[in-house]
């Protein structure tokens, strides 16, 4: 069982609709990630934070919208999506934060989106 | 251009067999190398991490090499079983930005 949770395990949203992906771990990670997944593609960064600061943004359009509240949670506010940004939505989390590199990513389940 | 690039989409193998999945990089100078498991519907899994400065890994039947000669690591299955279908990904990691990089995956399918 992976222990980095992820809810909801499914969400179809409209494109007007204002909604949340949350994830949590409990490992002590300091670094946390979002990840999207279309069928077939191998994993995409979208973000990631580093003691609860976001270091990286792979050029995320607006409309998703990150946000660490503390060093155990992450969420993904989404907000105006197109029916092009259904996807799976993966979380990981990793102990590395140095130059080091970035370790083993401990990842969820995944959110699987879709945008009607 | 930066690519990653992963021999074949699909392979299939017999039981028994050892599985030979290969990960060819080009403008990239990764510190280390990873690879994981990733099945349908389900977040990837880790499996291997191997460091610039080495050559080779072993954990169980499984056997990671990284030729950064070549820009190539190779990862084996041997002794497979049908549970070990799935999809495998190698994915970069330069060291400083703290971000891994995809390839995009093999489908392995053991043929019992």
């Known amino acids: 069982d992976t222990e980095v949770t992820q809810t909801p395990k499914h969400l179809v949203m409209g494109m007007t609709n204002k909604k949340s992906l949350k994830c949590e771990q409990h490992m002590g990670h300091r670094a946390m990630y979002w990840y999207k997944q279309k069928a077939k593609k191998p994993p995409e960064l979208m973000f990631v934070?580093?003691?609860?600061?976001?270091?990286i943004n792979e050029s995320v359009p607006s409309r998703f919208s990150p946000e660490c509240p503390n060093s155990s949670l992450l969420n993904l506010h989404l907000h105006a999506l197109q029916p092009e940004d259904s996807a799976l939505y993966l979380c990981a989390s990793s102990q590395r934060t140095s130059g080091s590199g970035t370790g083993e990513l401990f990842f969820g389940e995944g959110s699987r989106l879709t945008v009607l | 251009s930066q690519k990653i690039e992963q021999n074949s989409e699909a392979l299939n193998i017999q039981e028994g067999k050892t599985a030979t999945l290969t990960c060819n990089y080009t403008?990239?100078?990764?510190?280390?190398l990873q690879w994981y498991r990733q099945d349908p519907g389900r977040g990837p899994v880790f499996l291997l991490l191997?460091?610039?400065?080495?050559k080779e890994k072993r954990k169980e039947r499984l056997k990671v090499t990284f030729d950064t000669t070549l820009k190539q690591s190779l990862f084996h299955i041997t002794a497979s079983q049908p549970a070990d279908s799935a999809t495998y990904l190698c994915?970069?990691?330069?060291?400083?930005?703290?971000?891994?990089?995809f390839g995009s995956g093999t489908q392995l399918t053991v043929l019992p």
């Open positions: 403008n990239y100078s990764p510190a280390y």
């Open positions: 994915a970069l990691d330069l060291g400083s930005a703290r971000q891994l990089t």
């Open positions: 191997i460091r610039e400065n080495e």
């Open positions: 934070y580093s003691y609860e600061k976001l270091s």
